[in-house]
T-cell receptor
Framework: GAVVSQHPSWVICKSGTSVKIECRSL??????MFWYRQFPKQSLMLMAT?????????EQGVEKDKFLINHASLTLSTLTVTSAHPEDSSFYIC???????????FGNGTRLTVT | DAKTTQPPSMDCAEGRAANLPCNHS???????VYWYRQIHSQGPQYIIH???NNETNEMASLIITEDRKSSTLILPHATLRDTAVYYC????????????FGDGTTLTVKP
């Protein structure tokens, strides 16, 4: 149980275009999901907390207008990278849990390459 | 934010126990310690978590000190497939229980 599916697993896009990444909790409901970004040889950096039915909470230094988060249902959160630039190329990972004292379960990540 | 400190790297011989330490001196009394591992280019995998008592599951054991300021993850019989980056973290009581990650420990299991 507690499976998180992330799609797509990799994407290549041109500079200036937008890319949407989906994160689904397959066998549980998640009122909260988390989005992370990871650069090569670095740790996971928390970008934002996605809250079902309300606005996301962004970490300091993360542009909310560039990284749009929508959490329209208890099983789906999406991250849209708008007007992508090469410096947005990274590994994006989502996670969800069954409660605030439960483990996080992670998707397999999305590798974004902006050319 | 959750602040944890781990050694950057460790080696372990295949078949031997791997003991990975973590310092989390800023943890609050009711915040659980969680351990995850990440194999290259994959999402992190949950291993184990605990509050006060030692815990064991099919993957590992977790030893938490009495003052809860540190813990040790034990892989009892490491295999080559256990080579990964291991992270300890905790979910803060506020902000929907978010977790921030430190640099983790790169464990290399050698034949």
């Amino acid at each position: 149980g507690a499976v998180v599916s992330q799609h797509p697993s990799w994407v290549i896009c041109k500079s200036g275009t937008s890319v949407k990444i989906e994160c689904r909790s397959l066998d549980f409901q998640a009122t909260t999901m988390f989005w992370y970004r990871q650069f090569p040889k670095q740790s996971l950096m928390l970008m934002a907390t996605s809250n079902e039915g309300s606005k996301a909470t962004y970490e300091q230094g993360v542009e909310k207008d560039k990284f749009l988060i929508n959490h329209a249902s208890l099983t789906l959160s999406t991250l849209t990278v708008t007007s992508a630039h090469p410096e947005d190329s990274s590994f994006y990972i989502c996670s969800a849990s069954q409660g605030s004292n439960s483990p996080l379960h992670f998707g397999n990540g999305t590798r974004l390459t902006v050319t | 934010d959750a602040k944890t400190t781990q050694p950057p790297s460790m080696d372990c011989a295949e078949g031997r126990a791997a003991n990975l330490p973590c310092n989390h001196s800023t943890i609050s009394g009711n915040e659980y310690v969680y351990w995850y591992r990440q194999i290259h280019s994959q999402g992190p995998q949950y291993i184990i978590h605990g509050l006060k008592n030692n815990e064991t599951n099919e993957m590992a054991s977790l030893i938490i000190t009495e003052d809860r300021k540190s813990s040790t993850l034990i892989l009892p019989h490491a295999t080559l497939r256990d080579t990964a980056v291991y992270y300890c973290t905790y979910r803060v009581n506020t902000n929907a229980g978010k977790s921030t990650f430190g640099d983790g420990t790169t464990l290399t299991v050698k034949p």
